[in-house]
Each structure stands twice: as C-alpha cells, then as structure tokens.
C-alpha cells in the first residue's frame, strides 16, 4: 500500500508498506526517513528531535545532499549539502509488481528558484524500491547545453546498538581525507568510532560492511567511488537542536558519495546515477 499522508504541520510524506517492509519518504528532499524490513529494528537512525516543518532537513534516514556536499565551493552563503534535500519533489509515480516490492519515484526538475542557486538545468531523479532490502537511485540528467559537476551523497544514517560496538569493512588501506584535522591518511584496518569522526574516503569499493553487535548490515553501491563517515560524537551533538544528547551513541553515517575527487562531471543531455543497496 502506497500513501500519501500530512502530519499535523502540513509536511507531506509517502508512507510505504508491504508484505516485506515498511517505509516514510518525504515529499520534500525526496527524503527517505524511515525503513523497516518487518520482523526486524529500524535499519535506519531518525532523531526523535528532528524537525518535519517545511524548510528543514530531517536528521535522520537518508538526506539527499545535491548538487554539492559539504559548504559550497564558492559561496559558504549557500545551502550546506546542496539544495536538493529541502526543496519539494514531485511524486511522479509508484508501483506494486508484487506483495513484497514497492516502487515509488521523485523528481525535482530545475526551476527560476534552483537557477538562482546553481545555474543549470537538470531533471533529478530518486527511484526507491522497498522490500527485503531497500534500493536508493539518483540519477542527475543535464537538462541544458552547458556540461554541470556535481557532488552528492546519499547522507544515509544507520542505525546502531551501541556506537563503541561498531565497525566498518570495506575501507581498510584506503586514503580519507579527515575534515576535522585537514589531513589526508590511509585507513589502517577496520574503522572503529570512539570519538567525533568525519571522513571522506576515496577510491572505495562497491560494498562496505556495517557489523554492528547485533546485526551487520551491507552497504553496496554503484556509481560512486567515494564514502563518506561520519559520527558528530558527544560535544558537537550538543550543539545539535535537532539531535537528542546520547544520539550519537546510537547512529553512524556511512555515505554513498560521489565526492571531492569522484565529483561527476554531467555532459548535456548526458546523466550520472548513484545507487544503493542496503540489506541485513
Ligand atoms: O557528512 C558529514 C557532514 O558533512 C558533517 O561535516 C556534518 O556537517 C554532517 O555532514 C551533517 O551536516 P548537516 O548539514 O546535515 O548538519
């Protein structure tokens, strides 16, 4: 069953369930904020103090960070992470091929408002396929007759037992660039989180490991050759409106980028896609 629903301010939402899964997805952002594969926890981390009010980005599920990630490069006025995760998509379509599968797509398509932003023209496209395993496309069409880079991530927030339990395969021997320090180094064994990490990695593989103490959950990707960790630990989560204090305890972002090297450069009429799969 697909729905549309509104939550007491009027924020719009897609609410998704099937024989297999459960699933929240805003109208704005084309933010995916909840996924549950029935039978088992939230796959997902969505903060119990996260806004949904018109304008705001949630804190938690899958943020789409386009068309740039981090501060923008000339402009720090600019949206952090791009414009794409408050903007209102469309719901163009949905399908059911069958009890345990639900497809919904979005679109958000270049308008006066996002050229005042980013001066191009571009149809973006998220594709998401709920059921035993969630599936996230974005696919960025270069609408116009200039060549645009982009840089994105699929922000995902996952959900975890206990931060200090946690580990990441997958980025053994990789280089990452670390924002808190400003230096590059090479990932030594397997990630672990006992501090504030915000990390980008480059060159990474299709498939990362997420093994928590009570599940591990993969992470495949497509399309992308950076990732992103990311975890704001204890002082910076208090800085944090939107994020309850032991938040950071229970959350680690591990994000499918296409970031800092791995930017994409869109030729017009061409397109990039950037895909997800996220199983336990
Ligand atoms: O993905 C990591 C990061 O770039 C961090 O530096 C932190 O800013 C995080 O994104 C969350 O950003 P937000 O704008 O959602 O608060």
């Known amino acids: 069953m697909i729905t549309v629903k509104e939550n007491p301010a009027g924020f719009s939402y897609i609410e998704v369930q099937n024989s297999s899964?459960?699933?929240?997805?805003?109208?704005?952002g084309g933010h995916l904020f909840q996924y549950k594969e029935k039978g088992k926890s939230p796959l997902l981390w969505l903060s119990e103090k996260s806004h949904f009010e018109t304008g705001k980005a949630i804190r938690g599920g899958i943020p789409l960070c386009w068309p740039w990630f981090g501060a923008h490069p000339e402009d720090d006025t600019l949206p952090q992470h791009g414009f794409a995760r408050t903007a209102l998509f469309e719901?163009?379509?949905?399908?059911?091929?069958?009890?345990?599968?639900?497809?919904?797509?979005?679109?958000?398509?270049?308008?006066?408002?996002?050229?005042?932003?980013?001066?191009?023209?571009?149809?973006?496209?998220?594709?998401?396929?709920?059921?035993?395993?969630?599936?996230?496309?974005l696919t960025s069409r270069n609408c116009g007759t200039e060549p645009f880079s982009i840089s994105s991530a699929l922000h995902s927030y996952f959900a975890v037992s206990d931060i200090s339990q946690v580990s990441v395969q997958g980025l053994e021997r990789r280089a990452y660039w670390d924002k808190l320090t400003g230096e590059t180094s090479i990932q030594q064994g397997l990630l672990r989180v006992n501090e504030e990490v915000d990390r980008v990695y480059q060159n990474t593989g299709n498939t990362l490991l997420l093994v928590d103490k009570?599940?591990?959950?993969?992470?495949?990707?497509?399309?992308?050759?950076?990732?992103?960790?990311?975890?704001?630990?204890?002082?910076?989560?208090?800085?944090?409106?939107?994020?309850?204090?032991?938040?950071?305890?229970?959350?680690?972002?591990?994000?499918?980028?296409?970031?800092?090297?791995?930017?994409?450069?869109?030729e017009p009429g061409a397109e990039h896609r950037l895909e997800l799969v996220v199983s336990e």
């Open 21 to 28: 899964a459960f699933a929240k997805v805003a109208l704005q």
């Open 91 to 137: 719901f163009v379509s949905s399908d059911e091929p069958d009890e345990n599968t639900s497809e919904i797509i979005l679109k958000l398509t270049s308008s006066d408002k996002t050229f005042a932003l980013w001066p191009y023209q571009f149809e973006l496209l998220v594709q998401i396929t709920v059921g035993r395993e969630l599936r996230i496309a």
């Open 214 to 266: 009570e599940r591990t959950i993969q992470i495949v990707s497509k399309g992308s050759a950076s990732a992103v960790v990311w975890n704001p630990w204890k002082e910076k989560t208090k800085g944090m409106a939107d994020m309850e204090e032991a938040g950071y305890k229970r959350m680690l972002c591990v994000e499918t980028a296409n970031v800092l090297d791995d930017a994409q450069r869109v």
